[in-house]
């Protein structure tokens, strides 16, 4: 019986499975790169607030403590915005007629929240607590950036999920002396390995196995 197919027909057999693996690795290369791009992450994106507050004139120049804002910080999942108050303490005597910051003393006035954009959004799906992460030693630059050197705020790390996961397998490397928390000049060679693990003991981290289970962060 004659054959039904050519010869050639093996050749464009193997180079149409090597052309499948191929087109299929680069989809799947693309599909990664975009994943983490910041058009999906919001990563380097700033955000358009009603007043552009800056965290570089207020925490890099003027050298305000991220607590005097955050209040709650320490003590709840929530790092809490500033009441309008806040901003008045100062702001009822220093540009206290400014244009520029009459959103803040309308909202003063008329006891009406200034609507903040949110940088830092994560899905409803994840836990998130600030203040376990304040009282295991990670600084707010660590998460946040530098931010006494951001005009305008955005978000400095992907927030996606092996993100996240890179720090809880080795905490260690992410965390500091309770004293420089708040220290946005801090680099993580400040200290070396040993004092690390020291700190990692004296915070009571749980193991890897724990920090790394689905119901840490998925309640």
């Known amino acids: 019986m004659a054959q039904f197919f050519k010869k050639s027909a093996n050749n464009i057999a193997r180079i149409s ?3 499948v ?10 599909y990664t790169q975009i994943a983490r791009s910041s058009y999906l992450t919001g990563q380097y994106l700033e955000r358009q607030q009603p007043v552009q507050f800056s965290h570089k004139h207020h925490v890099g ?3 305000i ?3 005097y804002c955050h209040q709650t910080v320490e003590t709840t999942a929530s790092a809490g915005m500033p009441a309008t108050q806040t901003c008045m303490n100062c702001h009822s005597q220093i540009w206290n007629d400014s244009p520029y910051l009459e959103p ?11 609507e903040w954009q949110r940088v830092h959004d994560l899905p409803e799906y994840v836990y998130f607590n600030h203040s376990i992460h304040i009282a295991k030693g990670v600084g707010c630059s660590t998460c946040h950036g530098q931010i006494d050197k ?11 999920m092996e993100w996240c996961i890179a720090c809880h397998r080795a905490p260690e490397q992410f965390i500091r002396p309770k004293s420089e928390i708040y220290n946005m ?5 400040d200290i070396d390995t040993a004092e690390r693990d020291k700190l990692k003991v004296d915070y009571k981290i749980r193991s890897r196995e724990m920090m790394t289970s689905c119901s840490t962060c998925h309640r």
């Open 17 to 19: 499975m090597v052309l």
């Open 21 to 30: 693996v191929v087109l299929a690795g680069a989809a799947f290369y693309a």
């Open 61 to 63: 120049d003027d050298g």
């Open 65 to 67: 403590d991220c607590r």
């Open 104 to 114: 803040v003393r309308a909202s003063f006035r008329d006891n009406k929240p200034i």
């Open 150 to 160: 951001m005009p305008s705020v955005y978000q400095e790390n992907t927030l996606q």
């Open 185 to 189: 000049q801090w680099q993580d060679s």
